[in-house]
């Protein structure tokens, strides 16, 4: 009931998905770009109950995680994070996805909403600790398009991953488009 109402709330709006879901990967970490407006989110959760895609997770600063929302948060797939100073979160996390049998975790390299000149790199060296391709996905709002990309092992050469990676988000629209990060 919950994928055919995503679905048709999508088709409503007039949103578009493209690519497709790695249903065959247990684990992977999705890389959502542009990043640029709280709606994000629930575009998101959309499209992950459109795919009947439940198990996907996401991790949010813990503040969002206190009452009177902390529990729903956590029941829309949350993981609270800390991010005040450096406490591993990168081994944290790497840890996690290597322990569980299936986790797919959603995250945004732009970090915020706003306008950003560089992207953090936590979510490339989560990938290669714990073993997992990254799967790009754009929210092109310009398109109404979720595009889904191929599978990425990143390889340890960050600077010539991230050209290869980030070539697949170029043109892609967010629904600020002026706070969206460059893709040169």
């Known amino acids: 009931m919950l994928r055919f109402s995503s679905q048709w709330i999508l088709r409503l709006l ?3 998905i493209t690519g497709s879901y790695p249903h065959e990967l247990d684990k992977f970490i999705i890389v959502v770009m542009p990043h640029t407006s709280n709606w ?4 998101g959760l959309l499209v992950r109950n459109a795919l009947g895609a439940r198990h996907i997770k996401y991790v949010a600063k813990d503040s969002l995680f206190k009452p009177p929302f902390g529990r729903l948060f956590r029941a829309l797939g949350g993981y609270p994070i800390d ?4 406490k591993g979160y990168v081994e944290a996390v790497a840890e996690i996805i290597k322990r569980e049998p ?3 975790l959603t995250v945004t390299p732009e970090g915020t909403r706003k306008k950003v000149n560089q992207l953090k790199t936590g979510f490339y060296y989560i990938a290669l600790q714990a073993g997992v391709p990254l799967v790009p996905v754009r929210f092109d709002y310009g398109k109404k398009e979720v595009g889904w990309g191929e599978p990425f092992y990143p390889t340890g050469q960050r600077e010539k991953d991230f050209e290869t990676f980030l070539a697949f988000f170029k043109g892609a629209q967010g629904k600020y488009p002026e706070m969206g990060y460059e893709i040169s």
């Open 14 to 16: 007039g949103w578009n």
């Open 40 to 43: 994000d989110f629930p575009l």
């Open 83 to 86: 991010r005040s100073g450096n």
């Open 102 to 104: 299936q986790f797919v």
